[in-house]
Nanobody
Framework: VQLVESGGGLVQAGGSLSLSCGASIRTFSTYAMGWFRRAPGKDREFVARISSSGRNTYYTDSVKGRFTISRDNAKNTVYLQMNSLKPEDTAVYYC???????????????WGQGTQVTVSS
């Protein structure tokens, strides 16, 4: 199983980035998917998650109204659209797959390698 993130980069505050995560999971549509991030010197934190069907989404408070998680089960891909980015959003962003969705990283079986997002002020 492999998860591969893409779409990170450098952006000015107020800008937007769109992250993608392709998954080589045969039963992708049965997995909940999550996005986490790790900022320099900080622990990894939950950002957003989406149910296996895509009907339910959840966000950490700091990104509500700015980030949108979505998925395309036909393409085995999950997305994270990030708008109104702030310098404090700077982190390595990881996608992850879980049998049951959770805000806890311990629930997730598979992880991508991460993609760097840097927001300049």
């Amino acid at each position: 199983v492999q998860l591969v993130e893409s779409g990170g980069g450098l952006v000015q505050a107020g800008g937007s980035l769109s992250l993608s995560c392709g998954a080589s999971i045969r039963t992708f549509s049965t997995y909940a998917m999550g996005w986490f991030r790790r900022a320099p010197g900080k622990d990894r934190e939950f950002v957003a998650r989406i149910s296996s069907s895509g009907r339910n989404t959840y966000y950490t408070d700091s990104v509500k109204g700015r980030f949108t998680i979505s998925r395309d089960n036909a393409k085995n891909t999950v997305y994270l659209q990030m708008n109104s980015l702030k310098p404090e959003d700077t982190a390595v962003y990881y996608c992850a797959a879980a049998r049951v969705g959770s805000e806890s990283s311990y629930a997730y079986e598979y992880w991508g390698q991460g993609t760097q997002v840097t927001v300049s002020s």
